[in-house]
């Protein structure tokens, strides 16, 4: 299965084509089979969704699952773990930043 995905302009949130409109939801994106490119285009042209791309998925139980990490990563969300937030350069420790 083929699912289309993009960023919201608005809000930069990452969201799914649900087969008539845009959700946040990975599960509610529709198969969009090799109509894909052409609705990316349409939509993008309409500015209703920002640097879009079609990406192979697997059709679960739970609605799709995108087959490569980087996309399971972006369809979680932004991460809020303190743990894992960039931390600025210590000169102090040498680790500068150019």
Do not use: Q
């Not at 509610?28 to 052409?38: K, M, Q, Y």
């Amino acid at each position: 299965m083929k699912i289309l995905t993009g960023n919201d302009l608005p809000t930069g949130d990452v969201i799914w084509w649900t087969g008539t409109e845009w959700s946040r939801h990975v599960e509610d994106a529709a198969d969009v089979g090799e109509e894909g490119e052409s609705i990316a285009r349409a939509e993008e042209g309409a500015r209703r969704v920002n640097a879009p791309y079609v990406i192979e998925a697997t059709a679960t139980p739970e609605g799709p699952r995108p087959a490569h990490i980087k996309d399971r990563v972006r369809a979680l969300g932004p991460t809020v773990r303190p743990d894992l937030t960039l931390k600025p350069a210590d000169p102090a420790a040498g680790n500068w930043v150019i």
